[in-house]
């Protein structure tokens, strides 16, 4: 269903035009489908998003707006033994797809939470890594939602941001729906936080890891 149709929503120009209050697409069904086609990994290479952040056996992470699962359910793998996965989502009906694909997969390191609409997204607990996977473009404010972020780190903690370039691509959402590189990485200063890499394997995203710069608890 999802192949042939990359868009999250089919003509671009209409500003948020069929998106919901948490800027989703009307059609959550389609819309999880497409999350979790396996054509995805051709381009957003879970294993070596997995490898680039670096996540180890034990840790604590929080997946903010984990949508269906698909990277909750490989950062769970990959923090086990002893690691658990905080996967934080707004929507109740894509929590449920969340919940099904955990119970799917056998997994018991994956805790779902649903985040109530106008809360900040936080972690239950401070955390090693808190991803913000193809979400960061959905947040009313980008730099209070980073810096509340930052606050559930834990000491040298980071926060991953993936989303997508700006412009015309053949996946992602559309051109008006989307925050670019640059204004990505301005909220982030804004949030006090500095860039300890920048990843470039991606085709059609960028991929930053950041820690809340000197001077900053
Ligand atoms: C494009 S999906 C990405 C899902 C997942 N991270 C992935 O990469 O497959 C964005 C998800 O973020 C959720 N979302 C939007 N705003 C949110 C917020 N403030 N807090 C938590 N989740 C949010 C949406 O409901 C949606 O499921």
């Not at 497409?34 to 054509?39: A, C, F, L, R, V």
């Not at 992602?172 to 949030?191: I, M, N, Y």
Request: charged share 25%; hydrophobic share 40%.
């Amino acid at each position: 269903m999802s192949q042939g149709h990359h868009h999250e929503h089919g003509s671009h120009g209409h500003h948020h035009e069929g998106r919901d209050a948490h800027g989703n697409p009307k059609d959550l069904a389609a819309y999880v489908a497409k999350q979790e086609d396996p054509s995805r990994d051709e381009w957003q290479k879970p294993d070596e998003v997995l490898r680039a952040l670096g996540t180890a056996p034990g840790e604590v992470v929080c997946d903010v707006g984990a949508g269906p699962g698909y990277f909750a359910l490989r950062l769970a793998r990959a923090v086990a033994p002893g690691g658990s996965v905080h996967a934080l989502e707004v929507e109740p009906e894509i929590l449920k797809a969340l919940e099904q694909r955990i119970a799917a997969a056998g997994l018991h390191n994956v805790h779902p939470r649903l985040v109530r609409g106008g809360d900040l997204p936080l972690p239950p607990e401070p955390c090693d890594l808190i991803l913000i996977a193809d979400v960061f473009h959905h947040f009313p404010d980008g730099p209070a939602t980073l810096r509340a972020l930052a606050s559930r780190l834990r000491p040298g903690g980071r926060i991953a941001n993936l989303d997508f370039h700006q412009g015309e691509l053949p996946v992602g959402p559309g051109p008006d729906h989307k925050v670019s590189r640059e204004d990505f990485l301005a909220a982030a200063r804004a949030a006090g936080l500095e860039v300890v890499v920048e990843h470039r394997f991606l085709p059609y995203q960028y991929l930053f890891v950041l820690r809340p710069g000197a001077g900053r608890p």
